[in-house]
């Protein structure tokens, strides 16, 4: 457990077309957290527009079985943040959705205690160059196409999260493909809160956790296979 | 494998302090399903104004840690629905929130193909008699407030969800406390679409499911015992 008091501001990026339980996973374990503790969120987007679920150009058999979240703040007047979380989607694969998110992380990275990457949310930071020489992972399903984005990252192919903390940088939690981010919020709870706090949420959420970073099937499943790590 | 065509209108209810991974758990996972097979969600509520997962009045510490999610109809003009969704959380504790949500339940309820609970979410069925002489399941956490809401319900204790499909009425599809909303939306895929679609799913998420309806560790966590079951 870290000593220091536990950061107390927390931001998510959303974007038309991101995961819904990349983000909602971590905020549902969040939430439940700040029960208990002192602790503000940020909703940030463009603008105060309902996000969808569903990315533009929606090319989904579906296309009318989404969910809209409404932000709270646009990416021109979000207040401090001291833990972004970033979740990914299929809106990531856009670069018109994906400018305004990328110019918005440039602008408060170097000043973030904490970042925390769901799924594809990994690949906007590594096509910025910000994981360059830095180890992260990312959704196992979509390896092949997010991880030549980012051709300095030190990708870690088999692991539930990663943590990057190289000295002088902000922290990188990255995690695998969507339900992971439950995982790495508990991981990330248990540091800053303590274990007994983590185990106390998992069990109000009766959430079995996977305690293991390097607990991860989907890479066999997914083919993401190889001598790198 | 259920042999007829699955059904496509699928709606959740919302309603003032719903617990957010009760609703984008089980979402999440349709949202993956819909990619490629023809659905419909209606997200329902009193009116059209966002509704968040805080409760009215909120008493929590951070009681600004909170998202807001947009419905698309309300109680009086929603679409028919086949599958219907009920999420549980703080909100239902509130008669007030409660009242309009009661209302448009009783008002379909008889007409529905399928009906999903979540956590609390079968506390609201419970204390409208609608489980009466039925099977059902919830949190184990909040087990001695919600069980005394039905005590016609025939409340199984130790289960990750419940399956009651007492002949005449709609099926219902109880699951324990937040995160086992996941599990049984995938065990209701599998039953529609077959076992190689929810892996399918599953995979796509990285999603570890629990495959057996009676596994419940959280029974004991919470002393939810005894020889009822």
Redesign the interface.
């Known amino acids: 457990m870290n000593t220091a008091l536990p950061p107390t501001k ?1 931001g998510v990026v959303v974007f038309p077309g991101f ?3 990349d ?3 971590p ?5 439940v957290l ?8 940020a ?1 940030i987007a463009e603008s105060l527009t ?1 996000v969808s ?1 569903n990315p533009e150009p929606n090319t ?3 296309s ?7 932000p709270t703040h646009t990416f021109t007047n979000a207040p401090e943040v001291e833990v972004l979380i970033i979740p990914g989607g299929f809106g990531t694969r856009s670069k018109v959705s994906m400018a305004p998110v990328e110019s918005y992380i440039q602008s408060v990275f170097f000043n973030l205690k904490y970042v925390i990457t769901v799924c594809t949310g990994s690949a906007i930071l590594a096509g910025m160059s910000l994981l360059d020489n830095r180890r992260a992972t990312t ?3 979509t390896w092949s196409l997010v991880t030549p984005l980012g051709p300095k990252v030190e990708w870690v192919r088999k692991a539930r999260w990663v943590v990057d903390d190289t000295p002088g940088v902000p922290p990188v939690w990255s995690s ?5 981010g ?1 995982d790495v919020t508990f991981a990330f709870i248990q540091m800053l809160y303590g274990a007994g706090t983590a185990e106390s949420v998992a ?6 956790r ?1 305690l293991d970073d390097k607990w991860d ?2 890479a066999d ?2 083919g993401v296979t190889g001598d790198l790590d």
């Open positions: 927390y995961q819904a339980l983000v909602f996973g905020l549902s374990t969040l939430n700040s029960r208990d503790h002192s602790m503000e969120l909703v309902p679920t989904f058999v579906s009318s079985f989404g969910q809209e979240i409404l959704n196992k399903c695998s493909g969507v339900s992971a439950i069990n109000v959420m009766e959430y079995e996977h099937p989907f499943v997914w």
